[in-house]
């Protein structure tokens, strides 16, 4: 059974940093491609980064670039989400999702039950 575990939410004021992570267990993780969705309130789910196997392909949506990091460990099973510079549109529940795949348009992971429970993050302006 795959578990993922985020953490490291929480409130924090507008510039500010927060750092996210997921702890991946029941799953071969260093050959799983991981990422980070969040949900902001009355909003689809919406893609924010991806990074493959070995970290050697990393891709971010848009408004994060330059300001947000994804890293994975794969001795530790984690992967993990430095924010920088938060703005209160960052505002959302952050999901760590596991096994992802490109569907043509967007990423998803290949099994429906691949992901965390979310962990809410809120900028203050």
């Known amino acids: 059974q795959v578990q993922l575990i985020e953490s490291g939410g929480g409130l924090v004021q507008a510039g500010g940093s927060l750092r996210l992570s997921c702890a991946a267990s029941?799953?071969?993780?260093?050959?799983?491609?991981m990422g980070w969705f969040r949900q902001a309130p009355g909003k689809e789910r919406e893609f924010v980064a991806v990074i493959s196997w070995t970290s050697g392909n990393i891709y971010y949506t848009d408004s994060v670039k330059g300001r947000f990091t994804i890293s994975r460990d794969n001795a530790k099973n984690t992967v993990d989400l430095q924010m920088n510079s938060l703005k209160p549109e960052d505002t959302a529940i952050y999901y760590c999702?596991?096994?992802?795949?490109?569907?043509?348009?967007?990423?998803?992971?290949?099994?429906?039950?691949?992901w965390g429970q979310g962990t809410q993050v809120t900028v203050s302006s």
């Open positions: 999702a596991a096994d992802l795949v490109w569907g043509g348009s967007r990423w998803a992971p290949r099994i429906d039950d691949y």
């Open positions: 029941g799953l071969t993780f260093s050959r799983s491609v």
